[in-house]
């Protein structure tokens, strides 16, 4: 697609179930990141994908989170147990790797909601 | 990556030009200058981004000054549509390095 696209835009859930959030990446980029933004908040890095390397998951908040990147494309953010304070927008990003700078490129974001 | 400060919030004229100033004292020579905003609700919006020389696009253009410790923004002729969050990131220039964002200047455009 043109942008990176992210579903659900909005997701409501009860405390302790668990949710899934996808990216789907502009095509032909090959690095991949997740952020999170609670209200009123800035951005929080959570995890980065390239290529075939081992993810940089040095944001995770906590064992609850993880991520993963299939076939190198499409990748999901899922969320155990979730807890109130998970609530917040999470916001998917993709770039290149080639080239000069490292230009990202983030989509509308998925709202959580934890009730 | 180095720290930048930016002002906290700041106000401008539509149709005027807004210069957004920021402060990357510590900045190391393969770190390039990046600018996203983030209007309300939306995901953040890269605009532009810099080594050492002065760049320019459709959107705006960044000034870096010539120790490259401090930069500035300018949005030539400031709409209502422009009003948002910007944010100064210096990273290095490796590919693939995380964006981290501090908190940004809240630039409110008034009629």
């Known amino acids: 697609g043109a942008g990176v696209s992210q579903s659900p835009s909005n997701k409501v859930t009860e405390k302790g179930k668990d949710v899934e959030l996808r990216c789907d990446p502009i095509?032909?980029?090959?690095?991949l990141y997740w952020y999170r933004q609670s209200l009123g908040q800035g951005l929080e890095f959570l995890i980065y994908?390239?290529?075939?390397?081992?993810?940089?998951k040095s944001g995770l908040p906590s064992d609850r989170f993880s991520a993963e990147r299939t076939g190198g494309s499409v990748s999901t953010l899922t969320i155990q147990r979730t807890q109130q304070e998970d609530s917040a927008v999470y916001l998917c990003?993709?770039?290149?790797?080639?080239?000069?700078?490292?230009?990202?490129?983030f989509g509308e974001g998925s709202w959580l909601t934890v009730v | 990556d180095a720290k930048t400060t930016q002002p906290t919030s700041m106000d401008c004229a539509e149709g005027r030009a807004a210069n957004l100033p920021c402060n990357h004292s510590?900045?190391?020579?393969?770190?390039?200058v990046y600018w996203y905003r983030q209007i309300h609700s939306q995901g953040p919006q890269y605009i532009i981004h810099g080594l050492k020389n002065n760049e320019t696009n459709e959107m705006a253009s960044l000034i870096i000054t010539e120790d490259r410790k401090s930069s500035t923004l300018i949005l030539p002729h400031a709409t209502l549509r422009d009003t948002a969050v910007y944010y100064c990131?210096?990273?290095?220039?490796?590919?693939?390095?995380?964006?981290?964002f501090g908190g940004g200047t809240r630039v409110l455009v008034k009629p």
């Open positions: 510590t900045i190391s020579g393969n770190e390039y």
């Open positions: 095509s032909g980029h090959t690095a």
């Open positions: 990131i210096v990273t290095p220039q490796a590919a693939g390095n995380k964006l981290t």
């Open positions: 994908f390239q290529g075939n390397s081992a993810p940089d």
């Open positions: 990003a993709s770039s290149l790797t080639t080239g000069t700078g490292n230009t990202i490129y």
